[in-house]
Every structure is written in C-alpha cells, then in structure tokens.
C-alpha cells in the first residue's frame, strides 16, 4: 500500500463539516485545507502513514496509526511532537479504519481517532468520513464524541453509541449514553442520521 506524506482533507461540494461535542454544539478550529490529496482508489490511501490535518492542530504526522502534538503554540509553528519526549499535550490514535460500500459505484473511508488530552482533562473519539471526488480527497463530515463513542455496522449504515448528559449533569459526570443510527442517503450522497435513542441505564452495552 503507498504511503502519503501529506493527506490534506478538502471538504465535499455542498457537504457540510460538523463537529459534535458533547453538548451537541458546533466547535471551532476547523483546519485550513492548502491543497488537495490525489486520490484515485480510496481502499489504496495509508492513513496510518502520513500527515493528517485535525482542525485546529493543523497537520499531524502519523506513524503505524499514531501521532502526538501540542495546540498551545503559534498557529505558524510546527504542532507535532515526539510521543515518548514527555512534552506532548496530545495523543492522537486511529483506532478504526473501516470501509464502507453503500452504493455499488461508491467506496468510502470512516476513520476513528481517538484524542487524549495528556496535559489536561478530556479525551475525545473523533470520526472522519472520506472519499475520492474528481480525483482528490474529500471528507463529507466530521464529528467528535466527549469520552469516546463506539461504532456498530448495521445493514443500510452504522450505530454510533456516545455520552449523553442529562440537565443537572457535570461535564465530568455523565451517567446516560445514547444511540445515534446513521444510513445512507443517495441524493445527499452522505450517511445522514436518522434515529437517536437515550439509553435506559440496564440497557447500556458498552
């Protein structure tokens, strides 16, 4: 599989990035794309392998699915870190690469990274959806999950469980978890979703 030295994400014509946090808001930082990937065969790209832009760290050099870096410094300096120096304020860690196939002629990417927040408080699942549009390498959105998130394949999309906060609840403290279904929808071209369930506490599988 070839490597890239720099996967630089374009967003899709029309698709709105969203990022969702646990309040269900949006976040800022969303990094600047320079240029576009080449991309001809999805299935062919090494995410593991190369530098990957993650909002606001700018782009992140990734070896064997990890890369480290820190977001307190200036925006024109570069972000990465040597994981095992000590002087990290994040690690980042791609712990999914699915791909997926909801049309015949469509071949998409979900990528899962998880963020760790190393000199603070906070650890959050980031996913990434990507495909090869005229060539380059797009991604139709984006989203983050406070605490983690799992990711279950269902026949027509994919179940996404996360944190859910109830009204009185702290940010440290959530006791509920949610179920998000996402499916595929041919005119948005996009996994849209359609379903989101509050779990009962007996009812939580993970």
Same mark, same amino acid.
């Given at each position: 599989?070839?490597?890239?030295? =720099? *996967?630089?994400?374009? &967003?899709? #014509?029309?698709?709105?990035?969203?990022? +969702?946090?646990?309040?269900? /808001?949006?976040?800022? @930082?969303?990094?600047?794309?320079?240029?576009?990937?080449?991309?001809?065969?999805?299935?062919?790209?090494?995410?593991?392998?190369?530098?990957?832009?993650?909002?606001?760290?700018?782009?992140?050099?990734?070896?064997?699915?990890?890369?480290?870096?820190?977001?307190?410094?200036?925006?024109?300096?570069?972000?990465?870190?040597?994981?095992?120096?000590?002087?990290?304020?994040?690690?980042?860690?791609?712990?999914? =690469? *699915?791909?997926?196939? &909801?049309? #015949?002629?469509?071949?998409?990417?979900? +990528?899962?990274?998880?963020? /760790?927040?190393?000199? @603070?408080?906070?650890?959050?699942?980031?996913?990434?959806?990507?495909?090869?549009?005229?060539?380059?390498?797009?991604?139709?959105?984006?989203?983050?999950?406070?605490?983690?998130?799992?990711?279950?394949?269902?026949?027509?999309?994919?179940?996404?469980?996360?944190?859910?906060?109830?009204?009185?609840?702290?940010?440290?403290?959530?006791?509920?978890?949610?179920?998000?279904?996402?499916?595929?929808?041919?005119?948005?071209?996009?996994?849209? &979703?359609?379903?989101?369930?509050?779990?009962?506490?007996?009812?939580?599988?993970?």
């Amino acid at each position: 599989m070839p490597k890239l030295l =720099d *996967i630089r994400v374009v &967003p899709a #014509p029309g698709a709105a990035v969203i990022i +969702l946090c646990f309040c269900m /808001t949006s976040a800022a @930082g969303q990094g600047q794309v320079k240029q576009a990937t080449p991309c001809d065969d999805i299935s062919k790209i090494d995410f593991r392998n190369g530098s990957l832009d993650l909002g606001g760290f700018g782009l992140l050099a990734f070896k064997e699915g990890r890369a480290c870096g820190n977001e307190e410094i200036g925006v024109h300096q570069d972000r990465n870190c040597e994981c095992e120096s000590g002087k990290c304020g994040w690690d980042m860690k791609v712990t999914d =690469d *699915i791909k997926l196939r &909801p049309e #015949p002629n469509t071949r998409l990417r979900l +990528l899962i990274v998880s963020e /760790t927040h190393l000199t @603070g408080s906070g650890a959050w699942a980031r996913l990434m959806l990507f495909e090869c549009q005229d060539g380059r390498l797009t991604t139709t959105w984006d989203r983050e999950y406070l605490y983690g998130a799992t990711l279950t394949q269902s026949a027509n999309g994919f179940d996404v469980e996360s944190w859910y906060w109830l009204p009185h609840e702290a940010r440290c403290c959530p006791t509920r978890k949610q179920r998000e279904s996402f499916h595929w929808n041919s005119i948005q071209h996009t996994y849209v &979703p359609s379903r989101r369930v509050v779990l009962k506490p007996d009812a939580q599988t993970h």
